[in-house]
């Protein structure tokens, strides 16, 4: 070394040597080389065997049967009603039962299942799991299956991916802490079966939550819908607003005459529409699951009386209401005007994303028998968990839309 330093420093005198900086070894290390998302690297949950990383509910063999074949893939077959069972579960305490800090990644990843049904069975929209994260200290953070989880379905005999955005857990009403994890919990009810092939973490961005957009005009306070409210029995709901009433158009496709013979808090068990949202813009795109003083509730009658009534407080919403039979069995078109006076709240004069729910309720003279939703679909319970709400994205007007509803 000592010879080659002399050598090239002679060298140098003449202008014909160069001393270039080398490292130990011929190749680099690049940092974050590896399958990261914000450098969480524990992102293979369940591929094939797992030893003792893996569990499901002994005390329920009854009602729960597994396998695993040489290529790696889970079949779960169960009946928990059938075998009697409290709870069904199964678990994964993945990368040796380690710790996992996922706080960084919570709002920017989705656990992930790829699934398939068994051969011969029909397709699913949805399957009858809850899925959990449960901490060091033992608690655990939750979201249910819904439809909307489900990537390009139903649920088939082909591979299919469930995407569970991690932001969509109920941490902050559990209090438990992503930044150190200890396993994910698959809950189990009703019966069923299904095929396993891998559980993922993977990267994960927007919302999975239905949008309406709609456009505010900021000089006359007005809003306008800019997109339709579409449940899946094809009814269509589109909104309006000004400084004095919110307006509700409906279009439902029902050929039978419309029966609730009921009033007050009870407008539910028959033919009705209600509406649930916020008063304020969300601040945060994590799921709250308990209600503001703010949020509204209403119940919006269709039988022969028009009554509307605000299922919080009980109290009745005066207000306007048109209908019109569309002929021919096309169904019903119908108009609410709803003060926000009497509402006691203020019109939407603030962009930003309002939790927004629809929901259909159908029923006859013998009272309610499906209630169709919007946003929460299979999962029920919206009435106490604006979690399972949509969105109502209010933002500048297009001027396309200014027009259109000036000419209406």
């Given at each position: 070394m000592r010879k080659a330093f002399a050598a090239c420093s002679a060298i140098l005198l003449a202008g014909a040597c160069s001393l270039q900086p080398t490292q130990l070894y011929e190749y680099g290390n690049p940092a974050?080389?590896?399958?990261?998302?914000?450098?969480?690297?524990?992102?293979?949950?369940?591929?094939?065997?797992?030893?003792?990383?893996?569990w499901v509910s002994k005390e329920a063999a009854s009602c729960i049967q597994y396998g695993v074949a040489?290529?790696?893939?889970?079949?779960?077959?169960?009946?928990?009603?059938?075998?009697?069972?409290?709870w069904v579960g199964m678990g994964v305490g993945w990368d040796q039962w380690s710790g996992k800090n996922m706080g960084a990644i919570v709002d920017e990843a989705a656990m992930r299942l790829t699934v398939r049904l068994p051969e011969g069975a029909q397709a699913m929209k949805t399957l009858p799991l809850a899925?959990?994260?449960?901490?060091?200290?033992?608690?655990?953070?939750?979201?249910?299956?819904?439809?909307?989880?489900?990537?390009?379905?139903?649920?088939?005999?082909?591979?299919?991916?469930?995407?569970?955005?991690?932001?969509?857990?109920?941490?902050?009403?559990?209090?438990?802490?992503?930044?150190?994890?200890?396993?994910?919990?698959?809950?189990?009810?009703?019966?069923?079966?299904?095929?396993?092939?891998?559980?993922?973490?993977?990267?994960?961005?927007?919302s999975l939550r239905k949008q309406a957009k709609a456009g505010l005009d900021a000089e006359t306070g007005k809003g306008y819908a800019e997109s339709v409210i579409q449940l899946t029995d094809g009814s269509t709901i589109e909104l309006s607003w000004d400084a004095?009433?919110?307006?509700v158009l409906a279009r439902i496709p029902d050929a039978n005459a419309f029966v609730n013979s009921q009033t007050g808090v009870d407008l539910w068990n028959?033919?009705?529409?209600?509406?649930?949202?916020?008063?304020?813009?969300?601040?945060?795109?994590?799921?709250?699951?308990?209600?503001?003083?703010?949020?509204?509730?209403?119940?919006?009658?269709?039988?022969?009386?028009?009554?509307?009534?605000?299922?919080?407080?009980?109290?009745?919403?005066?207000?306007?209401?048109?209908i019109s039979d569309l002929g021919g069995g096309y169904g019903y078109?119908?108009?609410?005007?709803?003060?926000?006076?009497?509402?006691?709240?203020?019109?939407?004069?603030?962009?930003?994303?309002?939790?927004?729910?629809?929901?259909?309720?159908?029923?006859?003279?013998?009272?309610?028998?499906?209630?169709?939703?919007?946003?929460?679909?299979?999962?029920?319970?919206?009435?106490?968990?604006?979690?399972?709400?949509?969105?109502?994205v209010v933002g500048p007007p297009h001027i396309d839309v200014l027009l259109t509803q000036e000419n209406k």
């Open positions: 974050n080389s590896y399958p990261n998302i914000k450098g969480f690297a524990s992102l293979t949950v369940l591929d094939g065997p797992t030893g003792d990383e893996f040489d290529n790696g893939v889970y079949t779960f077959t169960w009946n928990k009603p059938g075998g009697g069972c409290d899925f959990g994260f449960e901490d060091y200290s033992g608690r655990q953070a939750w979201i249910g299956m819904s439809s909307n989880y489900v990537v390009n379905g139903p649920i088939t005999q082909e591979w299919t991916h469930i995407d569970l955005p991690m932001g969509l857990f109920n941490w902050n009403e559990m209090d438990c802490d992503p930044t150190n994890i200890k396993q994910f919990i698959t809950q189990f009810e009703g019966d069923g079966e299904f095929e396993l092939k891998e559980m993922r973490v993977v990267p994960f961005s927007g004095d009433s919110l307006y028959g033919d009705a529409l209600e509406l649930a949202f916020s008063a304020q813009p969300e601040l945060s795109r994590r799921p709250r699951t308990s209600f503001l003083f703010s949020d509204v509730h209403l119940g919006l009658s269709l039988g022969e009386t028009p009554e509307v009534v605000n299922f919080r407080t009980g109290g009745t919403i005066p207000n306007r209401r048109q078109l119908l108009r609410w005007s709803l003060p926000w006076e009497a509402m006691r709240r203020a019109p939407w004069t603030i962009e930003g994303r309002y939790l927004f729910e629809v929901a259909r309720d159908q029923g006859d003279a013998k009272g309610r028998n499906q209630q169709i939703r919007w946003n929460s679909g299979e999962a029920e319970g919206f009435h106490q968990n604006p979690g399972l709400w949509g969105e109502l």
